[in-house]
Structure formats: structure tokens, C-alpha cells
């Protein structure tokens, strides 16, 4: 929540294979750039780190509809690489969502958008963009390893917000990885009572770990419909 502090703990990336990754993702560590990071707050177990099993997914009603309304999306999958577009398409959302959700202000250069994004993902990090006419209209980073996906980050033109690109773009990874017969799909941190996190409740079923593992313990998942209403 705003009013709360939080640590993390943090390790830096240097030669991780796909698979060590994998043992990272499943021990609820997450990736951005060239560290890897996980809660680690001695008092607090609000942030909960999510999966989704992928060869159990089904989109409900709703979501099919969001699939529906954007079936005029062209998905491209690709290595990592930064353009112009990029940069310009990361500052009008930002720009959008620091006037429409008082996000701080955050408008980034081609330098820090590599260092950020393109970092320390060379073996594992992917990038999904999302086109309307041929106009680069969403960029989702995504990272895979041997059996699973991780969702690291998405931005989209704010004009396209009313189609629900945020969870199309979801969708679109987890249909992905379960045609490839993918075991999980990692959405990141799950707090039910945060407004910009409780949205990953939506998919399911899933699995959330039930704590934070030490080096020489295993991380347990427990199964769990996350929201309940799904049909």
C-alpha cells in the first residue's frame, strides 16, 4: 500500500542459465534488468508471489470477450531490441498514468530504457508487440524459461486502455504458453488489497507460494482459485 515500506531481497545477474532462472522464479524471485529480487519483509506477508497453471487455463466469458475485442491486434513475438517507437509509446503511458493514477513522473531515454529492460534477460528475455495497422501500439516483456513464462512488464498507447490491452495482453501469454505445453505462467506479486496488484487475482487456477523459501529449503505452492467467479 503507499503508506507502507517494503524490503527486497536483491541478487545481481551474471551468466544465470534458463534453468537456474527457472529454480529463481519457482523460489519467488522476479527479474528486472540485471538483478533478481523477492519480498523480504520480517513482519509482512501481503505480497504473495502468483502462478498461474497454464495447462489448466480456460478464458471465461469476460475474457473472451476482451479476445474478441482485440482480435484486430497483430501479436509478434521477438528477440529483445529497442526503437524510437519504443521510448515514445513508454512516455505517453507513463505521462498518461502519472496524470490518471498519480504515478511519479517517469520519461525515459533509448540508455535507461537498455539498462532497465534489455539487461541481464539475453538468454531468457522476449518481447511481445502489439500492432493496430501496422502502428506499434503495446510492448509486453516477457521472460521463458524450460518450463514456464515469466510476465515482467507492459506499456500501451493510452487511446487503446478502453479495450483492456493490460489483460489481453495477459491473455495472450498464457494462451502462448500453453500451446507450447508450458507447466506455469509467473504473473509476479499478488496483494489482494492493492489496487494495482489485486487485478492478478482475475486469472486462474494458480497456485501462490506459501512463504519465502531459505537456500536449503523447498518452495511449496499451494493450490488456489483465485477468483472464485471465474465460469
Not at 48 to 68: D, K, M, Y
Not at 126 to 140: I, K, T
Not at 170 to 184: C, R, T, V
Request: hydrophobic content about 40%.
Amino acid at each position: 500500500m503507499p503508506a507502507e515500506l517494503a524490503s527486497l531481497e536483491c541478487r545481481g545477474v551474471a551468466g544465470m542459465s534458463p534453468a537456474e532462472y527457472e529454480d529463481l522464479l519457482a523460489r519467488g524471485y522476479r527479474r528486472f534488468g540485471w538483478q533478481v529480487f523477492r519480498p523480504a519483509c520480517p513482519a509482512c506477508t501481503k505480497c504473495r508471489s502468483v502462478r498461474v497453471l497454464v495447462q489448466q487455463f480456460e478464458p471465461n466469458a469476460s475474457e473472451r470477450r476482451i479476445l474478441r475485442k482485440n482480435q484486430h491486434i497483430r501479436a509478434e513475438l521477438h528477440p529483445l531490441f529497442v526503437t524510437q517507437e519504443h521510448i515514445a509509446l513508454y512516455n505517453r503511458y507513463h505521462a498518461f498514468m502519472s496524470a490518471h493514477r498519480g504515478w511519479p513522473p517517469n520519461q525515459t531515454t533509448a540508455e535507461s530504457f537498455r539498462m532497465e529492460f534489455l539487461s541481464g534477460a539475453s538468454r531468457s528475455g522476449r518481447q511481445w508487440l502489439y500492432f493496430d495497422e501496422g502502428r506499434l501500439v503495446g510492448v509486453a516483456f516477457m521472460d521463458q524459461v524450460p518450463n514456464a513464462i515469466s510476465l515482467v512488464y507492459c506499456f500501451y498507447e493510452p487511446e487503446w486502455r478502453a479495450k483492456s490491452p493490460g489483460t489481453f495482453s495477459i491473455l495472450n501469454q498464457l494462451l502462448y504458453a500453453k500451446e507450447l505445453n508450458l507447466a506455469h505462467a509467473y504473473l509476479g506479486y499478488w496483494i489482494e488489497e492493492c489496487a494495482s496488484m489485486s487485478y492478478k487475482g482475475r486469472f486462474g487456477p494458480a497456485e501462490v507460494l506459501s512463504a519465502y523459501p531459505a537456500e536449503e529449503a523447498m518452495p511449496v505452492w499451494i493450490h488456489r482459485t483465485l477468483n472464485s467467479g471465474r465460469h
